[in-house]
């Protein structure tokens, strides 16, 4: 009897939690939950190469069968891409591919349970190592494009990416290329592009600049007549002495942000030094810029106003004729009757833009 008893209270003991007075009131003592967490079996860092893709296989704890995983870039951009793939609610893969070398970037993965949720990271360096396919070539040490294509023949490229950290001796040699037409840079670190460096490269039709670069060169394109398209950043501050003159071929000058395109500082002294000179389509993220409105009046935010312009009354000094000298960006077609006639050939693409008059009260 003895032992049947000591077995009925071990039995109610592992049913049911012990209980805890409080005020009084027993209350039984439940066990704490299981914290909500997520494991990679690969680690939280990971070291890729350009083009390379990695799986990650996590394990959740602590969560339920309501669990939904989230990936994200910490820094949004066209570097990597995510893939996640659920194969329970407690385990699945997250496969990454990383397109182009990034900085400072982090894979952010979120989890939630329908109650909790947490977020932790998995950090990504992307090695450079140098290779060449024909069409995209990876320089991991500035100064060492010549010796990367020292065995390939040079007059059979023509399109080329470029990927990596150059200097000025390899800008040199991306001009000694005799055919190359179309060269994207887009994802090269170079923050100036040096003097003379494209100059009279006829064989160029289209350009993209580095998105680290923040000034171009004196004479960079200077008699380019062949360039059609050119890129610039919006990470560009400045322009140098007459670096477009003469590319009489450009058609569309492509930027990302309007009011950076606007704050730029212009070294020329010559109007058709711009690349909108001769370009009379500026494409704004990829969309022909048509129609704008803009105004004059003075204490508007210099980032706001959109366009830099020259003056509309017909009563300007003569000397104003001309781009204004502070802000020249864009010339345009005056938009009354009574303009110069001297001016009816500046811009003709952009004429259609609507104008803001100015307000006849403003300070002049």
């Given at each position: 009897m003895k032992k049947l008893f000591l077995l009925t209270a071990l039995f109610v003991a592992a049913a049911f939690p012990s209980c805890s007075k409080h005020d009084g009131v027993e209350t039984p003592d439940w066990p704490e939950p299981q914290p909500l967490a997520i494991a990679?079996?690969?680690?939280n860092e990971l070291f890729f190469g350009v083009g390379e893709t990695k799986t990650v296989h996590y394990t959740i704890t602590g969560g339920s069968a309501n669990n939904v995983v989230k990936v994200e870039m910490q820094n949004p951009d066209d570097a990597y891409t995510v893939e996640t793939t659920p194969i329970s609610a407690t385990?699945?893969?997250?496969?990454?591919?990383?397109k182009t070398p990034s900085i400072d970037n982090r894979v952010l993965v979120s989890v939630s349970d329908g109650n909790r949720s947490i977020t932790t990271e998995i950090d990504i360096t992307v090695a450079l190592k140098a290779f060449f396919d024909g069409k995209t070539i990876v320089v991991?040490?500035?100064?060492?494009?010549?010796?990367?294509?020292?065995?390939?023949?040079?007059?059979?490229i023509i399109e080329l990416t470029v990927i990596g950290n150059?200097?000025?001796?390899?800008?040199?040699?991306?001009?000694?290329?005799?055919?190359l037409a179309i060269l994207d840079m887009e994802h090269v670190n170079l923050?100036?592009?040096?003097?003379?460096?494209?100059?009279?490269?006829k064989s160029l039709t289209s350009v993209k600049l580095p998105r680290t670069l923040t000034s171009i060169g004196n004479f960079a394109f200077f008699g380019c007549s062949?360039?059609?398209?050119?890129?610039?950043?919006?990470s560009v501050t400045e322009i140098g002495d007459v670096a477009f003159y003469e590319c009489t071929g450009l058609t569309g000058v492509?930027?990302?942000?309007?009011?950076?395109?606007?704050?730029?500082?212009?070294?020329?002294a010559f109007a058709n030094a711009t690349p909108l000179f001769y370009a009379h389509n500026l494409y704004l993220n990829g969309e022909l810029v048509t129609e704008l409105v803009i105004s004059r009046q003075r204490g508007v935010d210099r980032g706001v106003c959109i366009l830099r312009l020259q003056r509309l009354d017909k009563h300007h000094d003569s000397q104003q004729r001309n781009v204004d000298r502070r802000l020249r960006i864009l010339r345009l077609q005056w938009p009354d009757k009574h303009h110069d006639s001297r001016q009816r050939n500046v811009d003709r693409g952009l004429r259609i833009l609507r104008l803001q008059r100015p307000d006849k009260h403003h300070d002049s």
């Open positions: 990679f079996a690969e680690g385990e699945g893969t997250i496969a990454i591919t990383a991991e040490t500035p100064g060492t494009l010549a010796e990367l294509l020292a065995d390939y023949d040079r007059t059979a150059l200097n000025d001796e390899d800008i040199a040699t991306l001009k000694s290329l005799p055919n923050e100036k592009l040096p003097v003379k460096a494209f100059q009279k490269k062949g360039l059609t398209s050119i890129t610039i950043p919006d492509y930027i990302t942000d309007i009011a950076k395109w606007c704050a730029i500082k212009f070294r020329s």
